[in-house]
């Protein structure tokens, strides 16, 4: 099974600042990866699929990168529907594995 | 637009089957190449990917739960079921239908496993 280690687990961040979430993978997954959003009660929301390309909606602040083992997801500038807790996920083998999941909380 | 619902009971007894059934509607199941999955979050805890199946009958499972999961498809109703068997309080989640890689989710529904 691949494992995807997502990191940090939580963090306390204000509006403007730039927020990064990294996951990283068991083993080498090229680019089969998706970023994903979750608020409170409500189904995830997919931000960023095949690594960097961003999903058809979701505002430009959000990106990300990396391939292989090593992913990023940035968020260029925090705004106040941001705040939420966010999971990647790995699809290189079937059924996919998520990370931990980030909580992004107000400073 | 491409929308899905999930139904079944919100309550089940331990050692019994979850049942639940997911509904798409905008869009064929059996039109597109895409599979469909079942997804599950226990309370306050992470994702976790159950399994997933094509609309010729191809499924694959999560490891962890493949000996007790059955996902179907009833493509005359547009429809994908799932079975979880020998149920236990660990089971206890909110439960998600998606799409393909997950780009399309269901907005859940919570199963409880309590006598």
């Known amino acids: 099974d691949i494992q995807m280690t997502q990191s940090p687990s939580s963090l306390s961040a204000s509006v403007g600042d730039r927020v990064t979430i990294t996951c990283r993978a068991s083993q080498g997954i090229r680019n089969d990866l998706g970023w994903y959003q979750q608020k409170p009660g409500k189904a995830p929301k997919r931000l960023i699929y095949?690594?960097?390309s961003l999903q058809s909606g979701v505002p430009s602040r959000f990106s990300g990168s990396g391939s292989g083992t090593e992913f990023t997801l940035t968020i260029s500038s925090l705004q106040p529907e941001d705040f939420a807790t966010y999971y990647c996920l790995q699809h290189n083998s079937y059924p996919g594995t998520f990370g931990g999941g980030t909580k992004v909380e107000i400073k | 637009q491409l929308q899905l619902q999930e139904s079944g009971p919100g309550l089940v007894k331990p050692s019994e089957t979850l049942s639940l059934t997911c509904t798409v509607s905008g869009g064929s199941i059996s039109s597109s190449s895409y599979y469909w999955g079942w997804i599950r979050q226990p309370p306050g805890k992470g994702l976790e990917w159950i399994g997933s199946i094509y609309y010729s009958g191809s499924t694959y499972y999560n490891p962890s739960l493949k000996s007790r999961v059955t996902i179907s498809v009833d493509t005359s109703k547009n429809q994908f079921s799932l079975k979880l068997s020998s149920v236990t309080a660990a089971d206890t989640a909110v439960y998600y239908c998606?799409?393909?890689?997950?780009?399309?989710w269901g907005q859940g529904t919570l199963v409880t496993v309590s006598s």
């Open positions: 998606a799409r393909g890689i997950l780009d399309y």
């Open positions: 095949a690594a960097s």
